[in-house]
């Protein structure tokens, strides 16, 4: 993990759930400024995000921190971040959450994209620029809006493009930025120095580059001065953008003069221009002129239009006619005089055709023009160079026919200036070169085949992607065959078909030795004249690498989650086991543990196809090796028996092809290791399987040593529940002992008085003997049922009295009532006392009644309601003065209970006790 984030060129961070950074990579460092020491531990909102989202981020927090989502969780957004020196610019953010060490934390993957912003601000702004344009007709409007899409484009506050004259006059105008105050004065001088104005406006200076002067740069200009950002670092000047420096691109004209120029000021970004910036300059600026070119051709085309509307109207080539005798223009339009760079409005008649044809071409133009146009009258199309009367060198198509001018044989041609069209052609020759560059040095494999599965030529990168010894041994291998699942290909091809296009089309493809790996397709079709699919061109990339490292980071998740869902530490090595075989062989597998005071290693779990090890002493072991030096490894056979021969190890066990073994660390502790091993294939595993496995096993020993902590606490929990349902069993029998020697004394007791005494404090003890069995039958030792308790209460008072249950009726309301035992002992003496009342006092002489008991409770109130039919309690018992040991009893139970007693004396006898669920005194203080 750290060797990847280590090489990415994206910011990766970590933050725990208390929002504070806990990983912090080396792109972090170089994108907001910060070193690692300045941000671990600290809280990131406060570090790289806008003062303006701190709450939301704060609420976000405490949701994620509960359960590990949020809203932007899983996905790609983009928002504008603070740097180290408070400047705000625009990333890429790419949120994940994962569970370590109990607590959910998140993980940012961060790209810059200021640049990608600025390029497509740049694109915006050009293109509205474009269509502005279409609807300017004025030179003044073309410039102002050229100077407005500079600043709008976040280039430069301020910019003046000026045209001029050969007298360095500017003849027009346009701003942005500038105080008005001096737009006056700018109208009238350059805003550059005299002297370089005066060279770049010669005729026979010619410039077709913008110049960046820097102020410490102290050059003498001349035309072969070129100054941009490369010469300027070499030169060790800083980037930051300084009073006096200078930066213009010129506007040339037709004939290839400098007609104008482009001066800017105050960057945005307060640096000094990169190549980027100057190349979108000159495209502004060119667009610009050619646009003024256009206003200036269609002011010159109005102006003349009333002497030559007749001949040339509506034509957009060249056309002239030339004497067949003397081989002189005789007349021009204007498209022929601009090809040539011919005034539109001078005399024509003492120009020679022959003068605007190189020395080399004249030979074969003269063959046409004379054979071909007055002599056959052909009329063929013919391409050939020509020379402008500025010397610039042309490429022109023309096509001629013989005719007569004025009585004279002539021939009438029609020229078209191709000049562009070969530039053109000869920049898609360079861009061949470039789409060849991109084929050999592209780091995927870049592929042409036909539809029947046959290779058509690739890069060099084909060859080792599919594990061929050269091209002609990829060439002759069948593309089918590579796929793992033909139906892939098949729908490869259907998608071509359907879209015309497939992007990133994920399949499973089979190298030269049998490897399978992951890779995503991107390919168009080739197609025939009659628009058939008939092959694909386009590039493979292996993500094998990223689908397994996502993999891992499932698997740790999942470890994680094992702790929680596995029952004990054998189901959690399986569980590991299984985890573990999605990213690497786990068919000879083994978890080692290392017991330190018997210096003893012990095999808790193996899954071996040869050895079945249990335990044995660390001594000079492989797996004892690494314990000692605290570091995975990929040991071979040679390495083995060079390790042996040295006395480091002994081997113990069956001898492996290849053995990888990891440290299961806890900090700084090693508790053991974890291996895997193959007894047949050497390269089985590679050092990339050593390295999963020392990523996976820190977790995994976490993941043990939590386990063991479980299991550990789970047996303690056992063993008290069984200590505690012994004690409960034996003070229970203990008091059943009690109750059997005061039966046991009543048969020696003469008075009925004394027998009702011993009779009431058998009862008493029994209560309290029933609560501790409800206790040691109860599933949960920690409180009591009392619907059971109440109604064994009841039929043991009943047949304690000997009362005719004919007689009277017991009726039960009482619901889901639990109490602790600090509460349920003096409830259940409160209870006793009050049933026992009722079934001696209330119903006399055979008498018919009906005793309720009823109990419920609302949240944490309780309310115990016991009530008769019966004759009712004298009026003479008052509770705040009782005599009877019986309501005595009841009256201070309730006060420990911090409750209320009540009662009432309509149509016989009720009580009615009111508590609240409260901390009381221990079993024993009561």
Same mark, same amino acid.
């Given at each position: 993990?750290?060797?990847?984030?280590?090489?990415?060129?994206?910011?990766?961070?970590?933050?725990?759930?208390?929002?504070?950074?806990?990983?912090?990579?080396? *792109?972090?460092?170089?994108?907001?400024?910060?070193?690692?020491?300045?941000?671990?531990?600290?809280?990131?909102?406060?570090?790289?995000?806008?003062?303006?989202?701190?709450?939301?981020?704060?609420?976000?927090?405490?949701?994620?921190?509960?359960?590990?989502? =949020?809203?932007?969780?899983?996905?790609?957004?983009?928002?504008?971040?603070?740097?180290?020196?408070?400047?705000? /610019?625009?990333?890429?953010?790419?949120?994940?959450?994962?569970?370590?060490?109990?607590?959910?934390?998140?993980?940012?993957?961060?790209?810059?994209?200021?640049?990608?912003?600025?390029?497509?601000?740049?694109?915006?702004?050009?293109?509205?620029?474009?269509?502005?344009? $279409?609807?300017?007709?004025?030179?003044?409007?073309?410039?102002?809006?050229?100077?407005?899409?500079?600043? @709008?484009?976040?280039?430069?506050?301020?910019?003046?493009?000026?045209?001029?004259?050969?007298?360095?006059?500017?003849?027009?105008?346009?701003?942005?930025?500038?105080?008005? +105050?001096?737009?006056?004065?700018?109208?009238?001088?350059?805003?550059?120095?005299?002297?370089?104005?005066?060279?770049?406006?010669?005729?026979?200076?010619?410039? /077709?580059?913008?110049?960046?002067?820097?102020?410490?740069?102290? %050059?003498?200009?001349?035309?072969?001065?070129?100054?941009?950002?490369?010469?300027?670092?070499?030169?060790?000047?800083?980037?930051?953008?300084?009073?006096? @420096?200078?930066?213009?691109?010129?506007?040339?004209?037709?004939? =290839?003069?400098?007609?104008?120029?482009?001066?800017?000021?105050?960057?945005?970004?307060?640096?000094?221009?990169?190549?980027?910036?100057?190349?979108?300059?000159?495209?502004?600026?060119? %667009?610009?002129?050619?646009?003024?070119?256009?206003?200036?051709?269609?002011?010159?085309?109005?102006?003349?239009?009333?002497?030559?509307?007749?001949? /040339?109207?509506?034509?957009?080539?060249?056309?002239?006619?030339?004497?067949?005798?003397?081989?002189?223009?005789?007349?021009?339009?204007?498209?022929? *005089?601009?090809?040539?760079?011919?005034?539109?409005?001078?005399?024509?008649?003492?120009?020679?055709?022959?003068?605007?044809?190189?020395?080399?071409?004249? #030979?074969?133009?003269?063959?046409?023009?004379?054979?071909?146009?007055?002599?056959?009258?052909?009329?063929?199309?013919?391409?050939?160079?020509?020379?402008?009367?500025? =010397?610039?060198?042309?490429?022109?198509?023309?096509?001629?026919?013989?005719?007569?001018?004025? =009585?004279?044989?002539?021939?009438?041609?029609? %020229?078209?200036?191709?000049?562009?069209?070969?530039?053109?052609?000869?920049?898609?020759?360079?861009?061949?070169?470039?789409?060849?560059?991109? /084929?050999?040095?592209?780091?995927?494999?870049?592929?042409?085949?036909?539809?029947?599965?046959?290779?058509?030529?690739?890069?060099?990168?084909?060859?080792?992607?599919?594990?061929?010894?050269?091209?002609?041994?990829?060439?002759?291998?069948?593309?089918?065959?590579?796929?793992?699942?033909?139906?892939?290909?098949?729908?490869?091809?259907?998608?071509?078909?359907?879209?015309?296009?497939?992007?990133?089309?994920?399949?499973?493809?089979?190298?030269?030795?049998?490897?399978?790996?992951? *890779?995503?397709?991107?390919?168009?079709?080739?197609?025939?004249?009659?628009?058939?699919?008939?092959?694909?061109?386009?590039?493979?990339?292996?993500?094998?690498?990223?689908?397994?490292?996502?993999?891992?980071?499932?698997?740790?998740?999942?470890?994680?989650?094992?702790?929680?869902?596995?029952?004990?530490?054998?189901?959690?090595?399986?569980?590991?086991?299984?985890?573990?075989?999605?990213?690497?062989?786990?068919?000879?597998?083994?978890?080692?543990?290392?017991?330190?005071?018997?210096?003893?290693?012990?095999?808790?779990?193996?899954?071996?196809?040869?050895?079945?090890?249990?335990?044995?002493? *660390?001594?000079?072991?492989?797996?004892?090796?690494?314990?000692?030096?605290?570091?995975?490894?990929?040991?071979?056979?040679?390495?083995?028996?060079?390790?042996?021969?040295?006395?480091?190890?002994?081997?113990?066990?069956?001898?492996?092809?290849?053995?990888?073994?990891?440290?299961?660390?806890?900090?700084?502790?090693?508790?053991?290791?974890?291996?895997?091993?193959?007894?047949?294939?050497?390269?089985?595993?590679?050092?990339? @399987?050593?390295?999963?496995?020392?990523?996976?096993?820190?977790?995994?020993?976490?993941?043990?040593?939590?386990?063991?902590?479980?299991?550990?606490?789970?047996?303690?929990?056992?063993?008290?529940?069984?200590?505690? $349902?012994?004690?409960?069993?034996?003070?229970?029998?203990?008091?059943?002992?009690?109750?059997?020697?005061?039966?046991?004394?009543?048969?020696?007791? +003469?008075?009925?008085? @004394?027998?009702?005494?011993?009779?009431?404090?058998?009862?008493?003890?029994?209560?309290?003997?029933?609560?501790?069995?409800?206790?040691?039958?109860?599933?949960?030792?920690?409180?009591?049922?009392?619907?059971?308790?109440?109604?064994?209460?009841?039929?043991?008072?009943?047949?304690?009295?000997?009362?005719?249950?004919?007689?009277?009726?017991?009726?039960?309301?009482?619901?889901?009532?639990?109490?602790?035992?600090?509460?349920?002992?003096?409830?259940?003496?409160?209870?006793?006392?009050?049933?026992?009342?009722?079934?001696?006092?209330?119903?006399?002489?055979?008498? +018919?009644?009906?005793?309720?008991?009823?109990?419920?409770?609302?949240?944490?109130?309780? #309310?115990?309601?016991?009530?008769?039919?019966?004759?009712?309690?004298?009026?003479? %018992?008052?509770?705040?003065?009782?005599?009877?040991?019986?309501?005595?009893?009841?009256?201070?139970?309730?006060?420990?209970?911090?409750?209320?007693?009540?009662?009432?004396?309509?149509?016989?006898?009720?009580?009615?006790?009111?508590?609240?669920?409260?901390?009381?005194?221990?079993?024993?203080?009561?």
């Amino acid at each position: 993990f750290r060797s990847i984030t280590t090489v990415a060129e994206d910011s990766i961070i970590m933050i725990d759930n208390n929002g504070c950074i806990s990983f912090w990579n080396k *792109a972090s460092n170089k994108i907001f400024g910060y070193t690692y020491k300045e941000v671990m531990g600290k809280e990131v909102h406060k570090l790289i995000i806008q003062a303006k989202y701190y709450n939301d981020f704060l609420k976000g927090m405490e949701v994620f921190r509960k359960t590990g989502k =949020g809203p932007f969780i899983g996905k790609t957004i983009e928002l504008i971040a603070i740097r180290k020196d408070r400047t705000e /610019f625009p990333i890429e953010l790419s949120l994940s959450s994962i569970f370590l060490q109990g607590s959910w934390n998140a993980v940012a993957i961060i790209r810059d994209i200021t640049e990608r912003k600025q390029q497509e601000l740049q694109n915006q702004v050009r293109a509205k620029m474009l269509d502005k344009l $279409r609807s300017i007709k004025t030179i003044e409007g073309c410039l102002k809006l050229g100077c407005e899409s500079i600043r @709008d484009a976040g280039l430069f506050e301020r910019a003046v493009l000026t045209l001029h004259n050969e007298k360095r006059d500017i003849t027009h105008f346009g701003q942005v930025g500038l105080d008005p +105050k001096i737009v006056e004065q700018s109208r009238k001088a350059p805003p550059l120095d005299k002297k370089l104005v005066k060279k770049i406006t010669r005729k026979e200076f010619r410039i /077709f580059h913008s110049y960046f002067v820097p102020k410490e740069a102290n %050059i003498a200009f001349n035309e072969n001065d070129r100054y941009i950002p490369e010469k300027l670092k070499r030169s060790n000047s800083k980037d930051s953008w300084k009073p006096g @420096d200078e930066l213009f691109v010129p506007i040339i004209s037709i004939d =290839g003069l400098t007609e104008g120029y482009l001066s800017v000021d105050t960057p945005i970004n307060g640096k000094r221009p990169d190549k980027e910036t100057i190349l979108y300059l000159e495209d502004i600026v060119d %667009i610009i002129t050619r646009q003024i070119h256009e206003i200036k051709n269609v002011t010159r085309l109005r102006k003349s239009e009333h002497n030559y509307r007749t001949l /040339f109207e509506n034509t957009l080539d060249g056309l002239f006619v030339i004497d067949a005798e003397t081989m002189k223009i005789v007349i021009a339009n204007k498209a022929a *005089a601009e090809i040539y760079g011919l005034d539109y409005t001078e005399d024509y008649t003492e120009i020679n055709l022959f003068d605007f044809i190189p020395k080399e071409e004249k #030979e074969q133009v003269r063959k046409i023009i004379v054979n071909d146009m007055f002599e056959n009258d052909l009329r063929q199309i013919n391409e050939f160079r020509s020379i402008s009367k500025q =010397g610039k060198e042309i490429w022109i198509n023309a096509i001629g026919t013989r005719t007569e001018y004025q =009585g004279k044989l002539a021939g009438l041609v029609s %020229i078209r200036d191709i000049t562009k069209r070969k530039q053109a052609e000869k920049e898609l020759k360079k861009n061949e070169k470039k789409y060849r560059n991109f /084929f050999e040095t592209s780091k995927d494999c870049v592929f042409i085949s036909s539809k029947d599965g046959k290779w058509i030529d690739s890069n060099e990168v084909a060859i080792k992607f599919f594990g061929y010894k050269d091209k002609d041994d990829l060439l002759k291998s069948n593309i089918p065959e590579l796929y793992v699942n033909p139906e892939n290909r098949k729908r490869y091809f259907q998608l071509l078909e359907q879209q015309g296009f497939v992007k990133d089309f994920a399949v499973n493809l089979q190298k030269r030795d049998g490897c399978i790996i992951d *890779a995503l397709i991107t390919a168009v079709p080739i197609r025939n004249e009659k628009g058939d699919v008939v092959g694909s061109q386009g590039t493979i990339r292996d993500i094998t690498e990223n689908n397994r490292n996502k993999l891992v980071k499932e698997t740790l998740y999942d470890m994680a989650e094992a702790v929680n869902t596995t029952k004990n530490l054998d189901e959690l090595y399986t569980s590991i086991r299984n985890l573990l075989s999605k990213v690497i062989d786990t068919k000879n597998f083994y978890i080692a543990l290392y017991d330190k005071k018997t210096d003893t290693i012990s095999i808790p779990y193996q899954v071996d196809k040869k050895d079945h090890l249990t335990s044995f002493p *660390a001594d000079k072991s492989l797996t004892a090796y690494i314990i000692r030096s605290g570091k995975s490894l990929l040991a071979d056979e040679k390495l083995q028996n060079r390790l042996v021969k040295s006395g480091e190890i002994e081997l113990i066990g069956t001898p492996s092809k290849v053995w990888v073994g990891s440290p299961l660390k806890i900090e700084e502790k090693i508790i053991g290791i974890i291996a895997v091993q193959s007894y047949d294939n050497p390269d089985l595993y590679t050092e990339k @399987d050593k390295e999963i496995l020392e990523f996976v096993s820190e977790e995994i020993a976490h993941a043990i040593e939590r386990k063991k902590y479980i299991e550990m606490i789970k047996n303690d929990l056992e063993e008290k529940n069984v200590l505690m $349902r012994e004690i409960h069993h034996r003070v229970k029998n203990n008091l059943q002992i009690i109750s059997s020697l005061l039966k046991m004394q009543l048969s020696y007791i +003469k008075f009925e008085e @004394d027998k009702k005494l011993f009779l009431d404090t058998n009862n008493r003890v029994m209560s309290m003997s029933l609560i501790h069995e409800q206790l040691y039958r109860a599933k949960d030792l920690s409180s009591i049922d009392f619907n059971d308790y109440i109604r064994i209460v009841t039929r043991s008072l009943t047949s304690s009295y000997r009362i005719n249950t004919n007689l009277i009726q017991t009726i039960f309301d009482i619901r889901n009532i639990y109490l602790e035992i600090n509460m349920a002992v003096p409830c259940g003496f409160i209870i006793n006392e009050l049933i026992s009342n009722a079934l001696k006092f209330a119903f006399t002489e055979n008498r +018919k009644g009906k005793i309720k008991i009823s109990f419920r409770h609302y949240e944490d109130n309780y #309310e115990l309601i016991v009530s008769d039919n019966g004759i009712g309690i004298p009026e003479e %018992i008052n509770l705040e003065n009782v005599q009877s040991l019986g309501l005595q009893l009841v009256k201070t139970l309730t006060l420990q209970l911090h409750g209320t007693i009540e009662l009432q004396r309509e149509k016989g006898t009720k009580f009615i006790i009111r508590f609240k669920k409260v901390k009381l005194k221990t079993y024993k203080e009561v």
